[in-house]
């Protein structure tokens, strides 16, 4: 309330509730590629609206609107029914897509339109004179645009290219994402296992907890009705059969939920055989989950299931943070506590709204630890009283505490197994050691 001297009445609102907690979207991806957008925009103006510009994609109905049909040589078309077609009744969330092909510009030596004239600067992309984003930059500006940063960033068929994956490395740094990386088509599970060491055949080498590796390619069916193969199931990058089914799992269980032992739906099977049997510590699966590779099982009866809870970090670090639903729940609480906390910036620093801050943002925290279902075992947060100083509250800086304890998955399942010849005893009314009739 103000100070100044008023005279006569006045009404005078008065929050005492401060504000609230919010989480921001939580089931978000990125994607860009190249898309035929020619054959559906054919006016160069009409071109234009839809080259390095943000497209919302809710619905699958609007890929073809958009981006045209699937093409080979084109990627988002393919990529973006890969996503959709992993909706197992609740959505898949927000897709963004971002076409970088341009015809006007993509030309081959005849002036067609040529999609492999697409480099890795542009996917990589810029910023232009006038601020505007093209490529990846695009990642950055969903926030001013949506209100919330893609959860998911991916490249499928371009982050191999020299200097993408560290462009994406960066930008999920910054937005708290993480990004999907492919190994190439044919590649065994050794070769796999080898890229994650200085000689393999291709370049895993990162300890980065937000990339997630991918393997093996899956089978689709070829949509090209142009294609020789049309209608024949043809190999397909698994990253973006993988975003979908994250983003499905968030959309279905929640973002503390793992994507892992989910049935892929949508694929014809995986494009090359990965031995999987159970409780077998040696094959395929278990080497690669090892490796920290995302893979996939084959069941008998039961088909494709997603496979692995963790990102690259593993196995080098130990931080429960390399589980890829750590770090999700970790990204959304801290998104949602620094907005929170934006509202109180520049605001005064007395007991009152000090009080005010730890009762919101805890009452927040506790929330996800009830339930059925909960995110968490327990959650704390407090006005650190003895790191802020009297000077430093002079300075305007004041400090926090956050502690939280994420909930664990059942990743290993451990039974001890035994005969105990006791348990013969009751079935056959055998007499027990101590019944004196047994003498």
Not at 239 to 246: D, E, I, N, V
Not at 252 to 265: D, E, K, M, V
Not at 373 to 388: I, M, V
Request: hydrophobic share 40%; aromatic share 8%.
């Amino acid at each position: 309330m103000s100070t100044e001297r008023y005279f006569g009445p006045e009404i005078v609102d008065v929050n005492d509730a401060g504000f609230f907690v919010r989480e921001l979207k939580a089931a978000t991806a990125i994607v860009i590629g190249t898309a035929p957008i020619h054959e559906v925009h054919t006016t160069a103006e009409d071109q234009a609206k839809y080259v390095n510009t943000r497209i919302v994609l809710r619905r699958q109905s609007d890929i073809a609107k958009h981006f045209g049909p699937v093409r080979e040589g084109y990627t988002l078309p393919q990529k973006l029914n890969a996503m959709f077609s992993k909706d197992q009744g609740r959505g898949v969330g927000t897709i963004v897509a971002v076409n970088v092909f341009d015809p006007a510009v993509h030309k081959d030596v005849g002036e067609n339109p040529d999609p492999t004239q697409v480099d890795q600067l542009d996917i990589i992309g810029a910023w232009d004179a006038a601020g505007k984003p093209s490529g990846l930059k695009h990642a950055y500006a969903c926030y001013q645009s949506f209100g919330w940063f893609p959860k998911i960033i991916l490249t499928p068929g371009f982050d191999g290219l020299t200097g993408v994956r560290a462009e994406m490395q960066a930008i999920a740094a910054r937005i708290k994402a993480r990004y999907l990386l492919d190994a190439p088509l044919g590649v065994t599970p050794q070769q796999v296992i080898e890229a994650r060491g200085p000689s393999g055949s291709f370049d895993w080498q990162t300890n980065d907890r937000r990339a997630i590796l991918c393997w093996p390619h899956m089978n689709v069916v070829n949509l090209d009705e142009t294609s020789d193969t049309a209608g024949e199931a043809i190999p397909d990058p698994y990253s973006a059969h993988l975003a979908g089914m994250m983003l499905m799992s968030v959309m279905n269980f929640g973002y503390h939920h793992s994507p892992s032992n989910r049935a892929l739906t949508g694929i014809e099977g995986a494009a090359q055989d990965v031995l999987y049997i159970p409780g077998d510590p040696t094959s395929d699966v278990q080497d690669l989950r090892g490796a920290g590779v995302v893979t996939c099982e084959e069941r008998w009866g039961k088909g494709p299931h997603v496979s692995g809870n963790r990102s690259a970090a593993y196995p080098t670090s130990t931080d429960m943070r390399n589980f890829i639903h750590v770090q999700y729940i970790e990204d959304v609480m801290n998104e949602a506590i620094l907005h929170f906390l934006d509202e109180w910036k520049d605001r005064n620093a007395n007991p009152a709204s000090l009080e005010k801050v730890e009762d919101q943002i805890n009452a927040y925290g506790l929330s996800k630890t009830v339930g059925r279902d909960p995110a968490l075992y327990d959650f704390r947060f407090s006005f650190n009283r003895q790191k802020t100083t009297p000077e430093s509250v002079a300075d305007g800086w004041l400090y926090w505490r956050k502690e939280y304890a994420p909930v664990g998955i059942m990743e290993r399942l451990t039974v001890e197994d035994s005969i105990n010849i006791d348990l013969i005893r009751d079935p056959l009314g055998l007499a027990t050691a101590t019944d004196p009739q047994a003498a």
